[in-house]
């Protein structure tokens, strides 16, 4: 029994970090690169400023990438984020599940 456990969270723990993996694929591939970097503000808030707002609200990341909640991190510039809204928005739930991870882990 203790085996099936341990066996179970690891495949939990390895599956979390294959999101995170998939996020950051997405997370280049549908050019968030173009305004957003790990550390540095550019033209959207870095992935830490994101990561530190969105703590523990993994569900209201998703929530504005679907386009449906308000901006926290940087209402200011909500606007320049809004037509790029549009390549989250026809995201599947589990790409969007996967790119809230990339950038949750950003610590």
């Known amino acids: ?5 341990l066996s179970a969270l690891s495949v939990a ?20 690169t173009a305004c957003h970097q790990a550390d540095k503000d550019t033209v959207g808030p870095a992935l830490k400023k994101i990561a530190a707002a969105y703590k523990g609200k993994e ?7 679907k ?4 901006a926290i991190v940087d209402p200011a510039k909500e606007s320049m984020m809004k037509p790029n809204l ?9 790409e969007l599940k996967a790119l809230a991870q990339f950038i949750l882990s950003h610590k």
């Open 1 to 5: 029994m203790r085996k099936l456990v």
């Open 13 to 32: 723990v390895l599956a979390a970090g294959s999101f995170a993996a998939d996020g950051k694929a997405l997370f280049q591939q549908k050019g968030c």
């Open 59 to 65: 569900a209201d990341l998703i929530k504005f990438l």
């Open 67 to 70: 386009g449906q909640g308000k």
């Open 86 to 94: 549009n390549t989250t928005k026809a995201m599947k739930d589990d």
